[in-house]
């Protein structure tokens, strides 16, 4: 016995590791970047404000020529606000990390020319006072390899500062060059798309400042600037273009090109965003060192760029567009949706109030109940859809949501009362049928999303974007928390049959080990990346194995198994640290911060975002909604909800412990986790209506059991 379950532990790692290690390698099979041991001339040219919509062959020839011949992708430019200026955006390329100088955000800082180079003075300002202390990285460690550096442009100047503030070579305009091939590794700042936007060092206000011919006007005098530096540079150059900033007060994804060998025709990706058409803005730091043969220093967290899968330029160009417009819409409708969704819940539990002290309506509260606990999933369900090509991609989003919760809803209903007849209708079938459905539905959309690359979560208004850029793939806190629940809740709903039929060994098994296995999912690198979910999953999947084991759950053994959750969950993060710095994920960084002593920082940015949100107006009326609905369906189940609680866990005593624990998963996730209240709303969002749901279909009167007729002799 023992032997068979270490070949199914090692069958499970060897499944779990095959797929997170396809996700990481897969942008770079199609093609590579130059190592260190084959250096190669590097140019980056940065042109702030620059998304995909602007390229095209009629308004940006020479740029529509270069994406020709390069490997394409969306650069999420976020950094540390909501909107990155391009200051933010050259500073975040310097420092190899996401950066900012919070006092002001419009252009670079001013320079002075001194011999052939120039100098940014007093550059350890930002060090010392904005706590920017890797500001200047990217030139440090090109010097430190022994190799100079030449910008062009204030904002290539301080994108390959080193810590001095000094770049060797210097021209304020491509025309002022002398010799491009001068040193390996080279920036130009084309600022003539992003200047009219700001004025007074600061950027636009609104979402769109200049009129559709003023922009394209700036367009044509940015692209005949990077053309003119195309023209120049020798043949054998990698060029990177990058959008590196915002242009105004909505984020955009932003254009990022790569005409490197072998990058011609593919989209461009990164392992920072295990995405195949994405990367991020410190992954231009890693790339320009990677390709110039320099050693790129511990202190980067991104990866060089990866062409990925073949692309024609005009698919691609088109893919890079919609994802644009994917995202702009999650974002635009985001707070609506939740919005809606706590007036929905709340307004919810009142009629469901009302309508249960009087036993009236009961059906239409259960539907009600499951059509609600059907939206989460729904949400994710849509992206199986090309619902971001529609003309109106917000109204299809939620029409595609609503049709999703109501095709869920109705076979919810229908499937456990055809499962009855097909089984002969046996005693109790039905209380917790419709609810498992439900549950079952979004464990295994969530548990297939995580082991295929976390597609449906992205650009999901319950997921994430990169247009927001907090997330790019993984387990976010939403998802988490809908996972935990379901999981829970469905293991106990099948726990509650073995325990019937006299098999509790057995069903504590069962809630451990598909508890454990989606807690596996959660917590590993390039799954599910997922570091405060595991601290919170493993005391809920306890505590509910305990209680269906017929145990008893203390403070302490509540308190150990948070620990145990802290522990495992820094093994894993340990273990992550121990691959190479390009292979880790966020939690093998974190890992590395509290070896080194630098985690404070972190820890008190989650906390103080977590504390954030128990102010949500969003978020905290379901909370609350769904606690004081609980409290007084239990404490007074006959005047505040006919009963129908102690009614379900009579019928089906397993269902409480798969609420404590969904209860307890919950409390933890908004405590360890920056998204807060999110974490315990939508678990509550997800658990009390199903738990709801089933009270009232034990309500309904028991089918008697079916009985075989007894055939007695005639009498003689």
């Known amino acids: 016995m023992r032997r068979a379950f270490g070949a199914l532990a090692v069958i499970i790692l060897g499944l779990l590791m095959a797929p997170a290690a396809a996700r990481a390698d897969s942008p770079s099979r199609a093609g590579s970047l130059a190592r260190a041991g084959s250096p190669a001339r590097v140019a980056l040219i940065g042109v702030p404000g620059l998304h995909w919509h602007d390229v095209n062959a009629t308004d940006t020839p020479n740029l529509w020529r270069l994406a020709g011949g390069s490997a394409l992708g969306s650069l999420s430019v976020r950094t540390v606000g909501r909107i990155t200026c391009p200051y933010d955006g050259w500073l975040t390329v310097s420092a190899g990390v996401r950066s900012a100088v919070g006092s002001r955000c419009g252009f670079p800082p001013p320079l002075e020319q001194r011999d052939a180079g120039a100098v940014i003075p007093d550059f350890k300002w930002l060090w010392t006072v904005r706590d920017v202390e890797t500001a200047g990285t990217l030139g440090e460690a090109v010097h430190a390899a022994g190799q100079c550096t030449s910008a062009v442009g204030p904002g290539a100047v301080l994108a390959l500062a080193d810590r001095s503030g000094r770049v060797d070579r210097y021209a304020p305009t491509p025309d002022k060059v002398t010799d491009w091939s001068a040193c390996r590794v080279l920036a130009v700042d084309v600022d003539d798309l992003i200047r009219p936007y700001i004025a007074a060092d600061r950027l636009a206000d609104v979402p769109e400042k200049l009129s559709p011919a003023q922009r394209k006007a700036a367009l044509k005098a940015a692209d005949a600037k990077a053309g003119a530096v195309l023209a120049l540079l020798p043949p054998d150059t990698s ?115 009302l309508l249960l002290r009087r036993r009236r309506g009961l059906e239409s509260v259960r539907v009600a109940a499951l059509a609600l606990a059907s939206v989460p999933v729904s949400t994710y369900l849509i992206n199986l859809t090309p619902w971001d090509a529609a003309a109106v991609p917000a109204l299809a989003l939620v029409a595609g949501v609503l049709a999703c919760a109501g095709t869920l809803t109705v076979l919810s209903l229908a499937f456990p009362a055809l499962w009855s007849r097909l089984r002969g209708r046996p005693r109790g079938a039905g209380v917790l049928g419709p609810s498992s459905v439900v549950a079952a539905v979004t464990a295994a959309v969530l548990l297939g999303d995580l082991l295929t690359g976390t597609t449906l979560q992205f650009d999901s208004v319950m997921g994430y974007t990169g247009v927001v850029g907090a997330r790019y793939s993984g387990l976010g806190n939403i998802p988490f928390a809908l996972l935990a629940t379901s999981v829970l809740l469905l293991a106990t709903a099948v726990a509650d049959r073995l325990v019937r039929a006299g098999r509790r060994p057995v069903a504590v098994v069962l809630v451990a080990a598909l508890g454990g296995f989606a807690m596996i999912l959660d917590g590993w690198p390039g799954i599910g990346s997922d570091f405060g979910g595991v601290i919170a999953f493993v005391p809920g999947i306890a505590v509910t194995a305990l209680l269906v084991a017929g145990k008893r759950v203390s403070i302490v053994k509540l308190g150990a198994f948070c620990v145990a959750g802290g522990v495992l969950v820094m093994a894993i993060a340990y273990l992550d640290h121990l691959r190479p710095p390009g292979s880790q994920t966020h939690l093998g960084r974190f890992a590395g911060q509290v070896i080194d002593g630098t985690f404070l920082p972190v820890i008190m940015r989650k906390l103080s975002a977590m504390l954030s949100t128990l102010l949500s107006p969003n978020l905290m009326p379901i909370v609350l909604a769904a606690f004081a609905f609980l409290v007084f369906a239990l404490l007074r189940p006959g005047a505040a909800s006919a009963g129908v609680l102690p009614v379900a866990f009579e019928r089906a005593p397993m269902l409480r412990a798969g609420l404590i624990g969904t209860l307890v998963s919950g409390v933890v996730g908004t405590l360890v986790n920056d998204s807060g209240a999110a974490v315990l709303s939508m678990a509550l969002a997800l658990a009390v209506p199903l738990v709801l749901s089933a009270g009232i279909a034990a309500l309904a009167p028991v089918p008697p059991a079916k009985t075989t007729p007894v055939l007695r002799p005639l009498p003689t």
Do not use: C, K, N
């Open 239 to 353: 060029v990177a273009v990058a959008g590196l900033a915002d242009h105004g007060s909505e984020p955009h994804l932003r254009v990022a090109m790569w005409r490197a060998p072998g990058a011609q025709g593919r989209l461009l990706g990164a392992a920072s965003t295990h995405r195949d058409d994405m990367v991020i803005l410190p992954d231009v730091t890693a790339t320009l060192l990677t390709t110039a043969g320099v050693p790129v220093p511990p202190a980067v967290i991104g990866v060089p760029w990866a062409p990925s899968r073949a692309v024609s330029l005009e698919d691609g160009t088109a893919t890079l567009r919609r994802a644009d417009v994917a995202g702009q819409t999650i974002r635009s409708v985001g707070g609506l949706f939740f919005t809606t969704l706590a007036v929905l819940q709340v307004t919810f539990y009142a009629v469901a109030f």
